[in-house]
């Protein structure tokens, strides 16, 4: 069996070339150099400020955090602490929970940690983190609509699908990569790169293959936003079926679903 490697963006991939749709977020060698304070080095630190001015650096984590996620951008660790903490390293921790708090209890935000290997994190919203946002209001919007497809059929073929099914899916939709989309524009950047960035989608090289071919995987966002038992029920309705008629879909959607509910990601 042909053994598929993920692409990341761990260093040891430095040595070959970099694959479509992989990318490398500043920060990436900077974190290293980066350790967490502990609790003791946290309440050190906390003593040489005033209530003032950790209240005012944690303003500024917020609307960074509030700027990014306008264009669904995860935040990293290295580049938050290197751009907005700077000198209050130390007392990164209590910035950022008492950020987290602000989200939860101001805006109805969650602060997640969707990476925690590079530290990434993203916001979502309260109300959809056990009963994420149903496919119509998806739907409502057509960036999302499109990207809601592409899921629904990598969910439906196994979480796993090569680039070609995708694009001929959506040719269907009327909906072509190699035409200017009057509502996406270019199709393919935004599937291949914006969706990848923001964390929807893991777009793959396949090795050894010839032509070179690529494959679609459900990102890290979208496991945190995107509920799997409401695309199987849209599925459902669309062909007029119960979703217990996907047997091995019906098993993954509920028993993810339930699993989520019992495990949040911690902040780090």
């Given at each position: 069996?042909?053994?598929?490697?993920?692409?990341?963006?761990?260093?040891?991939?430095?040595?070959?070339?970099?694959?479509?749709g992989?990318?490398?977020?500043?920060?990436?060698?900077?974190?290293?150099?980066?350790?967490?304070?502990?609790?003791?080095?946290?309440?050190?630190?906390?003593?040489?400020?005033?209530?003032?001015?950790?209240?005012?650096?944690?303003?500024?984590?917020?609307?960074?955090?509030?700027?990014?996620?306008?264009?669904?951008?995860p935040?990293?660790?290295?580049?938050?602490?290197?751009?907005?903490?700077?000198?209050?390293?130390?007392?990164?921790?209590?910035?950022?929970?008492?950020?987290?708090?602000?989200?939860?209890?101001?805006?109805?935000?969650?602060?997640?940690?969707?990476?925690?290997?590079n530290?990434?994190?993203?916001?979502?919203?309260?109300?959809?983190?056990?009963?994420?946002?149903?496919?119509?209001?998806?739907?409502?919007?057509?960036?999302?609509g499109?990207?809601?497809?592409?899921?629904?059929?990598?969910?439906?073929?196994?979480?796993v699908?090569?680039?070609?099914?995708?694009?001929?899916?959506?040719?269907?939709?009327?909906?072509?990569?190699?035409?200017?989309?009057?509502?996406?524009?270019?199709?393919?950047?935004?599937?291949?790169?914006?969706?990848?960035?923001?964390?929807?989608?893991?777009y793959?090289?396949?090795?050894?293959?010839?032509?070179?071919?690529?494959?679609f995987?459900?990102?890290?966002?979208?496991?945190?936003?995107?509920?799997?038992?409401k695309?199987?029920?849209?599925?459902?309705?669309?062909?007029?079926?119960?979703?217990?008629?996907?047997?091995?879909?019906?098993?993954?959607?509920?028993?993810?679903?339930?699993?989520?509910?019992?495990?949040?990601s911690?902040?780090?």
């Amino acid at each position: 069996m042909t053994q598929r490697k993920r692409l990341s963006n761990s260093p040891s991939l430095s040595q070959n070339k970099r694959q479509s749709g992989s990318f490398m977020t500043q920060g990436d060698s900077e974190d290293a150099t980066f350790t967490q304070p502990s609790t003791s080095q946290v309440q050190r630190g906390l003593e040489k400020v005033t209530s003032a001015q950790v209240d005012q650096k944690t303003a500024e984590v917020v609307q960074y955090f509030l700027v990014k996620d306008q264009k669904k951008i995860p935040v990293r660790r290295a580049e938050l602490v290197k751009n907005v903490v700077k000198e209050y390293r130390n007392i990164y921790p209590e910035i950022l929970k008492r950020a987290a708090r602000i989200f939860d209890q101001v805006f109805g935000l969650k602060l997640v940690e969707i990476d925690n290997r590079n530290h990434m994190y993203i916001l979502v919203n309260n109300l959809e983190t056990t009963d994420s946002a149903s496919p119509n209001e998806w739907l409502t919007n057509p960036k999302m609509g499109l990207l809601f497809v592409i899921l629904s059929v990598i969910f439906m073929k196994g979480g796993v699908v090569r680039e070609n099914l995708i694009w001929n899916t959506l040719k269907k939709l009327r909906v072509d990569q190699g035409e200017k989309h009057e509502e996406f524009g270019d199709v393919r950047r935004v599937v291949t790169d914006e969706f990848v960035r923001q964390r929807y989608l893991e777009y793959l090289r396949i090795p050894h293959t010839e032509p070179l071919e690529h494959e679609f995987r459900w990102g890290q966002r979208a496991d945190k936003e995107v509920s799997k038992a409401k695309i199987l029920e849209f599925m459902g309705q669309l062909h007029e079926q119960e979703p217990q008629s996907w047997t091995q879909q019906y098993r993954d959607a509920y028993s993810l679903s339930q699993g989520a509910q019992a495990t949040t990601s911690s902040l780090r």
